[in-house]
């Protein structure tokens, strides 16, 4: 079973997102604000993070940087979920180190596509 | 009132007519004399001397008949010797009539009494003819008779002299008349001349030097000095006319002193409006040198009007690109496609000041430009604002964004039957919220990119494109879509079409949104679509064709316009934002080009924009 980490701060986005996944048959973690995410996905290992921007403590710039300076985590793919649209904030989210960027509003199926391109390379 | 002018040019022509007339007089009364002495000449001595003549021949008449009665005994010489005795008193009597001559009546006395002693000899000798016989006839002849006879001859002739000496006279004395006359004449003439010229040469400095001292003293008050008089002497019309001109120059005096006091008035309520009016104005003369700078400008700029008056704009004010305009403007005339406003922005001690600058020429009568005047619209605020609204419209997406994902995928969930079976009603219901949650998605994002085209803050990334690529890539998503409604889309491009200057993407989009609007607005079964392009000189164009129900004309001029909808048949709106041809616009004007559409209802739309075409690599 392949394990999703959110780190989401809306609890809105969370509850389908999650609900989703689960009946997708992931394995799937929630993390309502950066450093807890961060702390998450040392433990947790995840296959894949699906990471907001915009979070309490600490945002998702700086957690995937953190993430991707760590031995252990950095080669987990980070997928940029998030509500900025500007080009500066996603070529942002590629230099430090984001494998996707997914503009909110989405849909489920766009969340799919993405974990099966993923998925399926392996 | 003495018209001494008047009175003395009449004056001195009556004069000049008088000793003109005098001069005539002159003349006629010299050729009468002339003619007189002539006519005296023929009348006194002509005749007497045609009767000393007459005299002579009758005498010398009647002296053959003596000597033919004594020799020849001649009975007709009696008669003949009257004969002559009868002319010859004839001729005498008549030069008695016409005695002129001092002398003259003393010799035809003399005659008379030698005739009369002529004639009784005469009768002598006949009887001494007749009685004594010839001899002695012929002793009387010679000794009596003859001698008279000789003597009488001689005084006749002594009078036809005197006469003629008279003539000679006369003639001598008439050509000393006309000589005399000539001379007199031709003098009298030269007076005249003179008289007159120095009359005209008076005439002329009496009234020419007064009107030559007007002419510049006019002059002086035409170059605006009104404090010119001019000496009033006499009462003729010369000083007349310079009294009312006195009254002229005083009346122009103090007209001019209330409309310079006018004009001064007029002026400070012109110069306290301009420096009142919070906009930057700048005046420049044909010469690009500076006339006027108002309070705003000299904020704007930090001069000071002082100090750069009658200055080259370039020298004081550094900013080339007004100065540009400001040429272009003066150019106008050649070419019309000039920008006549820029936007600039200018530092004013820390902050940044943003001006909007508007050249306006300043035309005369004739409409020759004669200087400019440069206004500089302070549009920080406007700025601002516009900022404010792009953050507005960047901060109000940004926050429509979450709830829309929870919504849409909540919905979408609950569709797909992945939290539990579903009802046709709650179908129904949930697609109705998923379809509208759509809705608001593209509005969202078409109300975004709107802000920021607007706010040019997204840089068109131009370059060079074959256009039946990008057709092919718009159009692609649509063929299933036109295929379940029986609709068909040709796309008509020449082969060797150019390559325009493009942002691939968001030309791509433009056609996206016209084709999508075709395809919206085309009928079930039968809808047709045609793309074409057409090559001009420098531009393609791109026609987007349908054969929908067309637009209705009020709508075709605001349909670029935002959140302009046309409705559907149903008069339903048909899914659009209406944001997207306000965006096409956006696009299209960015590139240079233009996009407009014609339509007749009924007929079918026809969508036009213009790319330019890339110089040819």
């Given at each position: 079973m392949k394990k999703v980490l959110i780190i989401e701060d809306e609890k809105n986005i969370v509850l389908p997102l999650k609900m989703f996944l689960m009946k997708k048959e992931y394995d799937v973690r929630v993390s309502r604000d950066g450093i807890e995410g961060i702390k998450l996905a040392q433990e947790y290992?995840?296959?894949?993070i699906l990471l907001d921007i915009l979070l309490p403590k600490m945002n998702g710039y700086l957690v995937c940087e953190a993430l991707k300076e760590e031995m252990d985590t950095k080669n987990i793919p980070v997928i940029f979920i998030s509500a900025k649209t500007q080009e500066k904030d996603i070529k942002k989210a590629f230099e430090v180190g984001g494998q996707e960027y997914i503009i909110k509003?989405?849909?489920?199926e766009d969340i799919e596509k993405v974990l099966k391109k993923y998925f399926e390379e392996e | 009132m003495g018209k001494s002018i008047k009175f003395k040019m009449t004056s001195i022509f009556i004069l000049i007519f008088i000793v003109l007339a005098a001069n005539s007089m002159w003349s006629v009364f010299n050729f009468n004399k002339l003619n007189n002495s002539i006519e005296e000449i023929m009348e006194s001595n002509y005749a007497s001397v045609v009767a000393a003549q007459n005299m002579v021949v009758a005498l010398e008449r009647q002296d053959s008949a003596e000597l033919s009665h004594m020799?020849?005994?001649?009975?007709n010489s009696q008669e003949i010797f009257l004969e002559n005795e009868k002319k010859f008193l004839m001729w005498l009597a008549r030069a008695e009539d016409n005695?002129?001559?001092?002398g003259e009546e003393e010799i035809l006395e003399g005659i008379n009494n030698l005739y009369t002693q002529y004639i009784e000899r005469y009768y002598s000798l006949i009887e001494i003819q007749s009685s004594e016989g010839i001899e002695e006839a012929r002793n009387y002849y010679y000794n009596d008779v003859l001698p008279l006879f000789e003597e009488s001859k001689e005084e006749a002739r002594s009078l036809q002299e005197l006469n003629q000496n008279s003539m000679i006279e006369q003639r001598n004395e008439a050509q000393r008349i006309a000589e005399n006359a000539s001379y007199s004449t031709l003098l009298i003439a030269f007076l005249t001349i003179l008289l007159g010229l120095i009359l005209v040469f008076y005439l002329m400095s009496k009234i020419v030097k007064p009107i030559d001292n007007l002419i510049d003293k006019i002059k002086k008050i035409s170059e605006g000095d009104y404090s010119q008089q001019l000496d009033v002497t006499g009462d003729d019309e010369i000083s007349e006319l310079a009294s009312e001109f006195n009254i002229m120059t005083e009346k122009l005096k103090s007209y001019e002193l209330l409309n310079v006091r006018r004009l001064m008035k007029e002026k400070k309520k012109a110069e306290a409006i301009v420096e009142s009016i919070s906009d930057g104005i700048i005046v420049t003369d044909e010469d690009n040198k500076i006339l006027l700078v108002n309070r705003a400008a000299e904020k704007a700029l930090g001069i000071k009007e002082k100090e750069v008056i009658n200055k080259h704009f370039l020298e004081e004010i550094k900013e080339e690109e007004i100065f540009k305009i400001i040429k272009s403007m003066k150019e106008k005339n050649k070419i019309?496609?000039?920008?006549?406003n820029i936007n600039i922005t200018l530092k004013s001690g820390e902050e940044l000041k943003h001006y909007n600058i508007n050249v306006k020429p300043i035309r005369d009568k004739d409409g020759t430009n004669v200087g400019m005047v440069t206004l500089m619209q302070d549009i920080t605020k406007l700025k601002e604002v516009d900022q404010m609204k792009s953050d507005f419209v960047s901060t109000v997406s940004h926050e429509f964004r979450t709830p829309l994902t929870s919504i849409g995928m909540s919905a979408g969930l609950l569709l797909e039957g992945i939290s539990g079976d579903i009802t046709e009603d709650q179908k129904e219901l949930l697609e109705a919220i998923k379809e509208d949650n759509e809705r608001l998605k593209n509005l969202v994002s078409d109300l975004l990119d709107l802000s920021r085209l607007e706010s040019g803050k997204i840089q068109m990334d131009i370059a060079l494109y074959d256009i039946r690529k990008i057709i092919q890539h718009a159009v692609k998503p649509f063929y299933r879509q036109a295929e379940d409604k029986n609709t068909s889309i040709s796309i008509n491009v020449n082969d060797n079409v150019s390559k325009v200057k493009a942002d691939f993407n968001k030309i791509s989009w433009v056609l996206t949104n016209l084709v999508g609007n075709a395809l919206r607005y085309t009928p079930e079964n039968g809808g047709k679509i045609e793309i074409e392009v057409k090559e001009t000189a420098n531009k393609i164009l791109v026609a987007v064709k349908d054969n929908g129900k067309g637009i209705p004309e009020e709508f075709q001029k605001k349909?670029?316009?935002?959140f302009v909808q046309v409705k559907d048949e149903k008069g339903e709106n048909t899914g659009g934002t209406g944001l997207g041809l306000a965006i096409s616009k956006e696009i299209v004007n960015a590139h240079g080009g233009d996009i407009w559409i014609e339509s007749e209802p009924g007929n079918g739309s026809k969508f036009y924009f213009t790319l330019y075409i890339g110089s040819k690599l």
């Open positions: 290992m995840p296959d894949i509003p989405f849909v489920h | 020799f020849a005994d001649d009975k005695i002129t001559e001092h019309n496609n000039i920008k006549k349909i670029f316009e935002k």
